[in-house]
């Protein structure tokens, strides 16, 4: 008999046993992590099948998905990672539905605004013909007003028989 099956019924944990031991370690603690999109993207990024810094979109999770399905990671890794996608997926498009809601409330909004420009202008192009119509009305009623003045003036003056007859022998 050796002295290692004498001195213990298992014997001592070799390197590749210990590692995967740590990583299963490491796995239960870090599923705790993935939680919600910061905690996924980071979880996807340390697993190196997302870009650290690039925007997450469908075909980026697409890609992770497959090289997940070629790993040889563990059964809890590809969990926690299918786990961080799901997440990641689900806000992805809820992001992407409220960009379309605000792209659509932005192109029914222009078309009222090109109206309201458009009236504007048009308020104003009438506005100036009005002032112009109102400024010839006004010149015409002191046109009317000074013959009326000058007329009443002519009616005011008395004349008589004799102013007539002076100024028609002056002459």
């Keep these: 008999m050796s002295a290692t099956s004498a001195g213990s019924k298992t014997p001592p944990p070799s390197s590749g046993t210990r590692q995967r031991k740590d990583a299963t370690q490491k796995e239960v603690t870090s599923s ?7 905690t996924a993207k980071t979880y996807l990024e340390a697993l190196s099948v997302l870009i650290p810094g690039e925007r997450v979109d469908i075909p980026a999770l697409s890609t992770a998905l497959h090289h997940m399905a070629q790993s040889t990671s563990t059964k809890q890794t590809l969990q926690l990672g299918m786990r961080a996608v799901a997440i990641l997926m689900a806000e992805t498009a809820r992001e992407e539905e409220t960009q ?3 792209r659509k409330i932005a192109e029914q909004l222009v078309l009222p605004t090109d109206q309201i420009q458009s009236t504007v202008m048009e308020a104003r192009a009438l506005m100036k013909e009005i002032h112009k119509t ?8 002191a046109t009317t007003l ?11 003056k008395t004349t008589t028989y004799a102013s007539v007859t002076a100024t028609h022998w002056q002459h």
Excluded: F, N, P, W
């Excluded at 705790?32 to 910061?38: I, Y």
């Excluded at 000074?146 to 005011?156: D, F, N, P, R, V």
């Design 32 to 38: 705790e992590k993935v939680r919600d999109k910061s």
């Design 100 to 102: 379309e809601v605000a």
């Design 134 to 141: 109102a400024q010839e009305m006004k010149e015409a009623q």
């Design 146 to 156: 000074k013959s009326i003045a000058e007329t009443l003036q002519a009616i005011g």
